[in-house]
């Protein structure tokens, strides 16, 4: 299990225990996070699990793939250079403690 700190725009937080291999968003709508939509099921074709992770983790993740880079260019809040589809991000025993920041929008 991995401790994953989800922050809401408004400075909120919610810590989610997430299995190894389950998706952050997939822990997030299991327990009803607000901000994490995940239109497309999780198959990196929008942009409504835009996450900001925090920078300190950014080197534990593998690179994005070409489709979730082309989606975080359609993401309705800015991208950052720590961006990532929070469908794309597999918990794991190294992300242990992640933070990620919800943008304030995710509708596009």
Not at 20 to 48: D, F, N, R
Not at 63 to 75: F, I
């Amino acid at each position: 299990m991995s401790k994953i700190t989800y922050v809401q725009p408004d400075g909120s937080l919610e810590i989610c225990d997430v299995p190894a291999g389950k998706s952050l968003m997939l822990a997030a709508q299991a327990k009803g996070i607000a901000g994490i939509l995940g239109e497309c099921g999780g198959q990196a074709m929008c942009a409504t699990c835009h996450v900001y992770v925090d920078e300190g983790y950014l080197d534990k993740l593998p690179e994005p793939s070409e489709e979730e880079d082309v989606m975080l260019e359609e993401a309705a809040s800015d991208r950052r250079p720590n961006s990532r589809l929070s469908c794309q991000i597999d918990a794991c025993d190294k992300l242990d403690g992640l933070v990620v920041h919800v943008p304030e929008e995710q509708l596009w």
